[in-house]
């Protein structure tokens, strides 16, 4: 069975940093890509950043690009989202995805973790 589990979201200061884990069980890092999206009340799903499974190319949406980073440790099978320079409007549950490929259909999600950054 595939689990994608989350862990590191709180409640953070604009201006902030937080780190997000997540650790994949049922597979391993080289059949899928691992990615990162979050959902803001009233808001749309969307997508943040992406680690590929073939090369390691990593991808980030505009809103994010400069202060986040994805990383992975394949030994754990674990991906993490590193958040620099937090702003209000990155408050949201942050789910963890898997793929065959980024860019891909999703085929795999977390539960999700909330972050929160205050003014």
């Known amino acids: 069975e595939v689990q994608l589990v989350e862990s590191g979201g709180g409640l953070v200061q604009a201006g902030g940093s937080l780190r997000l884990s997540c650790t994949a069980s049922g597979f391993t890092g080289d059949d899928y890509a691992l990615g990162w999206f979050r959902q803001a009340p009233g808001k749309e799903r969307e997508g943040l950043s992406c680690?590929?499974?073939?090369?390691?190319?990593?991808y980030y949406a505009g809103s994010v690009k400069g202060r986040f980073t994805i990383s992975s440790d394949n030994a754990k099978n674990t991906v993490y989202l590193q958040m620099n320079s937090l702003k209000p409007e990155d408050t949201a549950v942050y789910y963890c995805a898997a793929g065959i490929e980024c860019g891909a259909e999703t085929d795999y999600w977390g539960q999700g973790t909330q972050v929160t950054v205050s003014s």
């Open positions: 680690i590929s499974s073939s090369d390691g190319s990593t």
